[in-house]
Every structure is written in structure tokens, then in C-alpha cells.
């Protein structure tokens, strides 16, 4: 095995926690984390990445039935073993009704316990492995939080499924306190969803089209070589927005796939064609905007409120409680 298993344990009978922990160490070498909060449940799993889940299915103040739609939500395809003292037939049809992969009662023997986690492991990577790493995303913003405004939710939803995240800010903005702010607040947006920031500290007082942002966002897409790409539309109010669209254009014309996001100062002209779901992530983006203004009086479109209103009038438009809009300029189905 040249990784060991990891393995999150969700239990708040602490004998059988340290009894499962101490199996998995001990027989496969496993890396397990054991947390008896379920509200700690989506850290864990952001921190961890498990290959399987090991739940009761009964936790203080949550089901871990429904635990399971909350880990498959923000890690699609995560094995999930449900474990349970009441043995009958009524509990077992009730936990693989809501996609439990295994059904265990307690107690359970160390072999057994091996026995599911190791196929159960084995199976989810080697998925991985015949699904490939993932989409490589890049998403570029003019200033500090023009991005996650934009499409903080899709970020959210992409790092759920394992694609790379890179987030690329081409200035300070206005922030009071300069790089040092804009830097602390945007890397603590990022680290919410697992994301890299890149943010660059542009001695020009407006951005361009042409030379030196052109050059950045070039030289960063030659770094990543990104799948999809996110970017401001031309449909802005903001010259800056609309000269990183002009740049991005230009840079990324390779490509697979190129969308437009709505900023805070888009135009009534901006025109979405995609309205992607971001349900289960509408209140991660919440949080990563959290991140931004905070010594400063924060903007309404920062708001949680707000921003959760804006994403619902979009869902009108797709499936859903919550959408973010986007105008499609490539797609990777067009590209042969």
C-alpha cells in the first residue's frame, strides 16, 4: 500500500471510537481521525479527504443517515459504513436506502472491521485512479473578493470533487491595510475550501488589457495549465473587470473550457447561458466572503443574506435552491 488509508470515525460511544481507531492503526496502518461532534463533520472531512466513512447511526443532535448525504455532498463517491447496535432488518433497509455502502452491527470483530474498510478503500481509489485527478480550475478576479463573489459556491463544489483550485487576485484593490490585508483575507477564504490563492502586488494603478497583466494571467495558465477557467465579463461596469476579461481572453486560448462570472458591478447586459446548482455550498461561499472588509464597513453584496438572495433569484433560471450564473465563452464539449 503506498498510502495509508485514511479514515474518518464518527462516534460518540468513546470505547468503540478508540476500539475502531486502535484496529485500523494497528492491522492496516490506517490514518484515522475520531470526532464524537457531528458538527465537526464537514472540517474533518475537508482536512482528512477520507477514503471511508465509519458512522453510527445515531449521533447527539444528528442522524448518521443523514451525515451520509452531507459527506456525499461535499466528497462525491466517499464510502460510507454505518455501524449500529440495533440489529433488525428495518435499521439495515433504512441505512442502504440512503446509500450506506455497508450495514454493520455492533459488535463488530477486528476482522471484519479490516476486512470492509480495506475493500471499501481499495475500491474508491482505484475509482479515482480510472477517473483521472480531476479538473484543473483557475479562477481569475481583478481585486480581492471579485471572484468569490462571482463563483465561490462552483469553487466550493469543484474542491468537493477533488478538482484543483487556484485563485488568482491581480491587485490589492482599495483594501485598507494594503497586500498585508488583502493577502491575509484572501488566503483565509481560500484555505476554506482547500483553495490556492495567487495574489500579485501590481505597482499600476489600473489593470490593462494588454502588458503587464496580460503577462500574468499567461504565466500562470502556463503554470497550471487549467482545464476551466472563471473570469469577469465584459458586461462590467469596472474597468479593471473588464480589462482581466480582455487579458484572460487573450491568455487563455487554449482552454478547454472559459466562463464569465457576475461580479459586483456587472451591467444589466450581462447575459448567463449556465446556471450551475451550488446547493449544499451556498453557506461555504457565505463564509468565504466572511473573510473579506473585516476592519472596514462591509459592503452589502458581502453579506450573507444578500449573497444567499442572489443565488436564489439565478435558481429561477436552473435547478435547485441556489445558482451562480455564468456566460459561457468555450466549453469543454465544443473542443475536440
Known sequence: MSEPYRVLVIEDDLDVALYTKTVLEKRIGCEVLALSDPSLVRAAVEKLRPDVVITDIEMPGASGLDLIAEIRT???????????????????????????????????????????????????????????????????????????????????????????????????????????????????????????????????????????????????????????????????????HRAVHEAALEACGSVRTLACYQSSTATVDFRPSRFVSIDGHIDVKAAMLDCFATAEKRPRYLEGGFVKAVARYWSRFGTGTFCEPLELIRDAADVA
Not at 452491527?105 to 477486528?110: F, I, Y
Open 74 to 240: 461535499q466528497q462525491p463517491g466517499t464510502p460510507v459504513i454505518v455501524m449500529t447496535a440495533h440489529v433488525s432488518v428495518e435499521y439495515a433497509v433504512t441505512a442502504l436506502r440512503n446509500q450506506a455502502d455497508e450495514f454493520l452491527t455492533k459488535p463488530v470483530s477486528s476482522a471484519d472491521l479490516v476486512a470492509h474498510v480495506s475493500r471499501l478503500a481499495d475500491a474508491a481509489r482505484a475509482e479515482r485512479a480510472r477517473v483521472g485527478a480531476g479538473e484543473v480550475v483557475l479562477a481569475i478576479g481583478a481585486h480581492p473578493n471579485d471572484v468569490e463573489i462571482g463563483v465561490g459556491g462552483i469553487l466550493a463544489a469543484h474542491r468537493a470533487a477533488g478538482d484543483q483550485v487556484t485563485i488568482l487576485t491581480l491587485s490589492k484593490g482599495d483594501r485598507v491595510g494594503g497586500i498585508r490585508v488583502a493577502w491575509n483575507e484572501g488566503s483565509a477564504s481560500a484555505e476554506i475550501i482547500g483553495a490556492t490563492l495567487v495574489l500579485e502586488d501590481s505597482e499600476e494603478k489600473a489593470l490593462t488589457p494588454t502588458e503587464p497583466t496580460l503577462g500574468v494571467i499567461r504565466r500562470v495558465v502556463e503554470e497550471l495549465s487549467p482545464t476551466t477557467v472563471y473570469v469577469h465579463s465584459r458586461n462590467d461596469r469596472s474597468p479593471d
